[in-house]
């Protein structure tokens, strides 16, 4: 009986040995992607959102957030103005969107934001990208 176990505990033994001298493989999470992702938050007038957004779904863009944010961007007019007693200065509702996508469609989205989300004012809102270090489904 002894032989059984020292054979079977130096066979053990091999098989850790060659696995630690191998060379490392890191394995990728299920559905983890190849390409470099990354991160565009727009700032745009309330009144423009819904055609931003509209025209990102069609031009096949779906990972997005939109969240109404207190921004001190110029207003349209007056009447988008109110009073913020928090920030101590006038400020308007404008929509923050977020969008995840792959690095060779910035070009593309960014197109489609400022294409859709322009007023009539030199300066709308504002683009910020960022890059994703990683993207782990859950």
């Known amino acids: ?8 505990e130096n066979r053990r033994r091999r098989r850790l040995a060659a696995i ?29 959102a ?4 509209r025209a990102l779904r069609k031009g096949g863009f779906a990972n997005m957030t ?3 944010v207190k921004g001190m961007v110029k207003a349209l007019d007056e ?3 109110q009073y913020s007693t928090e920030l101590g200065d ?5 929509v923050k969107l977020e969008l995840v996508c792959e ?6 989205a960014t197109e489609l934001i400022r294409a859709n989300g322009k007023t009539d004012m030199e300066e709308s809102g504002f683009i910020y990208v960022s890059n994703i270090t990683a ?3 859950f």
């Open 20 to 48: 630690s001298n191998s060379p490392r493989r890191t394995r990728k999470q299920p559905n983890e992607r190849s390409t470099k992702m990354i991160e565009i938050k727009a700032f745009v007038h309330r009144s423009r």
């Open 1 to 8: 009986m002894s032989g059984w176990k020292h054979a079977g």
């Open 66 to 68: 939109a969240v109404d």
């Open 135 to 137: 993207a782990i489904p």
């Open 90 to 94: 006038r400020v308007i509702t404008e």
């Open 50 to 53: 819904a055609s931003v957004v």
């Open 103 to 108: 690095d060779d469609r910035l070009s593309e």
């Open 79 to 81: 009447k988008e103005q």
